[in-house]
């Protein structure tokens, strides 16, 4: 059963806090941020990008001592966005979630997310991972799209008990 | 009953989680077993994870839920940030049982 339909602004209003905040917390870019939106009609696809020239999605994942060990910016870059937990901030203790909530967002609804970010080039789709290294770019660009509405795709876990 | 307006506990932002601890410290500060709190969202939408988590869900990991249910009551939140808090809630309960 699909999970029940958030408003597509509201789907479209988190997925924009999620990356903007990435940016404004993590950046350090020098220059703003650059934000793409598409609403594809005939495929019901929205289509998100944000690019900055900031530091880097991995090199800012390493400003955090317990990335320092992941050798990989590849592998770093991917925990971000599929595991929960893995955040450039080195203090607080309930970080790391709102990319890889994205990220769910995206899975669940037929869409991926996709980073360019120096060293690595990466998309996250349902059941594909793709990455490959390209010459170095500067700053990040992070993608994301999905079809609003109702999850296309089941989950493994239950519906979560209202406690509000 | 005491009442917590979200809009005056982070009156210039209700997006990042640094805003969320501001509103969780405002939380713990204003609560207590003898008088309910209020926490009213003012029909605002919030629509960012990092707040919702890091001002309510959070405390789900570090107190009882029967406590918080005892000590908060939550108002005026729309019904997207509703459903969002409650997956987050289950989320941060689970982890709680878990550690």
Redesign the interface.
Known sequence: MPR?S??VT?LV??AL??L??NV??HAESPTDAVVLARWYKQDKNVRIAIADSGIGFAESLRRNPRNASVYSDANLVRRAITEEGTTG?PS????G??LK??YQVCLHREGSVHVSSRTVDASFRMGKESDLFVPELDGTTLEVDFRPGPETEPRADSE????? | MTRLRVQDACPSSRVFREDGRVLREAIEKSWSDGELLELDFGEAIIASISFLDEGVASLFFDYDAELIRRRLKIVGITEDDRRQLNALVAKRRAQRTAA
Not at chain 1, 92 to 95: D, E, I
Not at chain 1, 160 to 164: K, Y
């Open positions: 029940t958030e408003s509201y209003e988190t806090n999620e903007l905040q404004v917390e901030r607080g203790r309930f970080g979630l709102g909530n994205l979560p008990e209202d406690f509000f």
